[in-house]
């Protein structure tokens, strides 16, 4: 509850909508993190975090923490992206999951720019389609 709550301040705070050149980019990134969950190729999967993320997380612990608190992104039904916001070198993207199961979620992406013009993703937080934060 924390994090979504920090996450959505930060999405309010990205508050620009994201040029059509940022989103893509961002969603680039995004689908190849997800299409490598899908074939579980942990390097892949783990190339596209942030720093900040894999200085907490080594890989195997990356990839653990993926599939017991982030089924939905890891395994899915299906997976479209909604709306984008940008800002200071962060996007914030909305995509929405239907996972395994047939269950509806609602994530919430964020990519930091990175020194060498990378984009990395920094978070993700997810809720159930409707449910309150």
Request: one cysteine or more; hydrophobic letters at 50%.
């Amino acid at each position: 509850m924390r994090a979504f709550l920090l996450l959505l301040a930060l999405l309010i705070g990205v508050s620009a909508p994201a040029r059509a050149d940022d989103v893509a980019a961002a969603q680039k990134v995004i689908r190849a993190q997800v299409e490598a969950f899908g074939r579980d190729d942990a390097a892949t999967a783990y190339s596209h975090a942030a720093p900040a993320i894999r200085e907490v997380f080594p890989q195997d612990v990356f990839m653990a923490m993926v599939r017991g608190s982030y089924a939905p992104v890891y395994r899915h039904k299906s997976f479209e992206f909604g709306e984008a916001r940008a800002a200071e070198g962060r996007i914030a993207q909305r995509a929405h999951i239907v996972d395994a199961e047939g269950v509806p979620w609602e994530a919430l992406y964020t990519l930091e720019l990175q020194p060498d013009g990378s984009l990395k993703i920094s978070g993700c937080t997810l809720l159930k389609a409707g449910q309150a934060a």
